[in-house]
């Protein structure tokens, strides 16, 4: 092995250090004197700094890898440095002051076997993901049902291996020549500009005849090969299989259809790791070309003794780095192809991912000629437990409330970009459409609004929660063609509050729902609210055996910050001039625990203070709340939609926001019967 001068030294004080009784408990050893010495030393000869290049590119942190690209990490000047402890048995990896945990195994002699696969090695796994999958997996086929009966109206014809040309084929020729029809579908990014793959009214007749490969976008023909590989002879792409006229009238009836064309298809090839369609599928960054490997060393310490050896363990590529953060990732048409696709097949910047309702793999989990690697975690909800959620909804359950998946999906997808902002109800639409096909309520959910009609309180129960990720620039106004209510009004990120809460109560009935007026009875209240000076976080914590807070727990469900900017006010408490006259009980009680969000710029009051008008809507347990220091209690929070008067003498309201208070002295004592729209 030959190692230069830093990783000789490293090396040396790695075996010394665990062979010590001891008095050495930790030993810093300089590698390079940043990463592009590290790489010019990998690329000449070093085999430790290879490993350690490789290490810095998929740097990970509490369990959870990310991926940096090379010439980002060229632009640093920081110190390459790696430290060894002996009491705690860890080596840390630095590049300045970022540091991450390798694991070392002592004693392990395994001489580990790099694995790199070219493409057609890729595709050869991926058939074999398909075979066992198909065979083996039940769970990846219960939501499908009558799939004989339903076809996209028109598909790809791909061909032959080698072939030169594709055509389009009308779905309603197929079913007239066999019962099952099997296709693949295509999940990408279009990127910007003209596209050549489109298929109009113009060309349509000619396309049903031929189309040359060479006239369509890189990821397009690569879907091609990698469906005819894998035996499929069919294959859907939206911009060739729908007519992409302004003035047609095939998307409109396409696109509520969308859900049962990913549900319906075999397999979906995606496109993750590149933002246009003319980046191809098999693109890869410079760090996932080099060959995922541990690194065993071994010194040998006389000839009577076995030599000290020590397997230093490669980090993988993870799924939610790699796909999840993906450009694909990251579009909000995407989440719903994600969810109803049976399997995927994601090409991503960092290699092969499969994942379908039973699990995912990824070619870094293959061994050899083992195809079939035990599958690991999940990589999105698989459909037959939102499916399964739905269904349960109406029964009493003692630690979740009803559709809370449906919500947590909102949640995702609401975070995603589009291109075309008036997209935000048509790319969720072909998942709630097939959601309730699949779970028998047909007419619950109303693709207009993109709600649930029997879980129009949950579902109504938002928050806007731009700032929670940071962003700090709100869009200015709302969509007009939507109701208030709707959380596809805003074009941004919302968040249910409660929605894993164990108590969790609805505070007010829905009388009526003509869609899209609401006619409610509650409980109205009036606070005055002012601009919150400070960020607001609400963390949930854990506790000691004495019952003391001592740090946040799992996996932060619940956990928010809000960040200080023209929509984040808080209501006004009474204030004392001496702070001795405010007792312990209402500093807890009123000391940063409520919050008010207006939905959008456009909503917001334009003063430092001034009154709101607000509905009790519901109340839960909020564990990020605690009351004292001991976390013994847990304050109940109530949730309240923050409207505006539209009609004063009718009763009829608009929502402007979300404020969640711990009291409930701003609120009437009777309820009314108001209108929302």
Same mark, same amino acid.
């Given at each position: ?128 993901w ?15 049902k ?42 990408y ?5 003209p ?146 696709s049976?399997?995927t ?27 079939? %690697?035990? *599958?690991?975690?999940? #990589? $999105? ?6 499916? /399964?959620?739905?269904? !349960?909804? +109406? ?12 919500c ?51 579902e ?14 709100p869009m ?7 109701p ?18 164990q ?12 869609? %899209?007026? *609401?006619?409610?009875? #509650? $409980? ?6 002012? /601009?919150?000076?400070? !960020?607001? +976080?609400?963390?949930p914590?854990?506790t000691?055996?004495?019952g003391?807070?001592v ?41 940063r ?85």
């Amino acid at each position: 092995m030959d190692l230069c001068e830093g990783c000789q030294e490293f090396k040396s004080r790695l075996f010394e250090i665990y062979a010590d009784t001891g008095t050495i408990p930790f030993v810093n050893v300089d590698i390079h004197k940043n990463f592009s010495e590290l790489s010019d030393c990998a690329d000449a000869f070093c085999d430790l700094c290879k490993y350690f290049r490789r290490e810095l590119c998929y740097y990970a942190k509490d369990d959870q890898p990310y991926a940096f690209d090379v010439k980002d990490l060229e632009k640093t000047i920081d110190q390459v440095t790696v430290a060894i402890q002996s009491e705690q048995a860890t080596v840390q990896l630095y590049l300045g002051d970022c540091g991450q945990s390798i694991r070392a195994d002592l004693g392990n002699y395994t001489t580990p076997v790099p694995l790199k696969y070219d493409v057609d090695g890729l595709l050869v796994l991926g058939r074999e993901w398909l075979s066992n999958c198909i065979a083996k997996h039940k769970n990846c086929d219960l939501h499908v049902k009558d799939t004989c009966d339903f076809l996209p109206i028109r598909l790809i014809e791909v061909g032959q291996p080698g072939q030169q040309s594709i055509r389009l084929v009308l779905s309603e020729c197929l079913l007239n020549r066999t019962k099952h029809v099997a296709y693949a579908t295509l999940s990408y990014c279009w990127g910007e500009g003209p596209h050549t793959a489109s298929t109009t009214d113009e060309n349509l007749e000619k396309r049903l005849d031929t189309i040359p490969l060479r006239l369509l976008p890189r990821t397009i023909q690569d879907a091609v090969h990698i469906t005819r590989v894998l035996d499929i002879q069919y294959l859907w792409v939206d911009a060739l299989c729908i007519l992409q006229n302004p003035e047609s009238k095939d998307w409109q009836r396409e696109f509520p259809n969308m859900g049962k064309v990913y549900s319906h298809s075999l397999l979906t090839i995606a496109a993750s790791g590149v933002k246009g369609s003319s980046g191809g599928c098999f693109y890869k960054r410079d760090a996932a070309l080099w060959p995922v490997s541990g690194l065993l060393l071994t010194e040998t310490t006389s000839e009577y003794q076995r030599p000290h050896a020590a397997l230093l363990n490669p980090t993988l590529p993870a799924w939610s780095s790699s796909v999840k953060h993906s450009a694909l990732g990251k579009r909000g048409w995407a989440v719903q192809e994600r969810m109803l696709s049976r399997r995927t097949l994601s090409w991503t910047e960092d290699g092969l991912f499969w994942d379908c309702a039973e699990g995912m793999t990824s070619e870094h989990m293959a061994s050899g000629n083992d195809y079939n %690697p035990t *599958l690991t975690g999940r #990589g $999105r909800l698989p459909l037959h437990e939102v499916i /399964r959620d739905i269904n !349960d909804s +109406t029964v009493p359950h003692p630690s979740a409330t009803g559709f809370h998946a449906w919500c947590e999906v909102l949640e995702e997808f609401s975070g995603k970009a589009l291109t075309v902002a008036t997209d935000r109800l048509p790319a969720v639409v072909g998942l709630g459409n097939e959601l309730s096909r699949l779970t028998g309520n047909v007419c619950d959910f109303d693709m207009n609004m993109g709600v649930w009609k029997s879980n129009l309180i949950q579902e109504l129960a938002w928050v806007t929660c731009n700032d929670v990720s940071g962003k700090r620039v709100p869009m200015e106004a709302r969509a007009t063609e939507i109701p208030s209510w709707s959380w596809a009004s805003i074009h941004e990120q919302i968040h249910f509050p409660g929605i894993h809460a164990q108590e969790y109560r609805m505070l007010v009935k829905v009388l009526s729902s003509k869609l %899209p007026e *609401l006619l409610l009875v #509650g $409980r109205m209240g009036a606070v005055n609210i002012r /601009r919150t000076t400070s !960020d607001f +976080t609400i963390m949930p914590y854990d506790t000691d055996d004495f019952g003391k807070r001592v740090n946040h727990v799992g996996d932060g469900r619940g956990s928010r910050v809000y960040h200080v900017g023209p929509r984040m006010f808080e209501p006004v408490r009474p204030t004392y001039e001496r702070e001795a006259d405010l007792s312990w009980h209402d500093k807890e009680r009123f000391g940063r625990k409520e919050i008010a969000v207006l939905d959008s710029l456009a909503d917001a009051i334009t003063s430092e203070t001034g009154p709101v008008q607000c509905i009790q809507w519901i109340k839960y347990k909020d564990y990020c709340r605690p009351v004292d220091s001991m976390n013994r209690w847990h304050y109940f929070v109530t949730g309240c939609i923050i409207v505006a008067p539209v009609c004063k003498r009718s009763k009829i309201y608009r929502r402007i926001g979300w404020l969640e208070a711990v009291d409930l002295d701003i609120f009437d004592d009777e309820d009314e019967i108001i209108t929302l729209i």
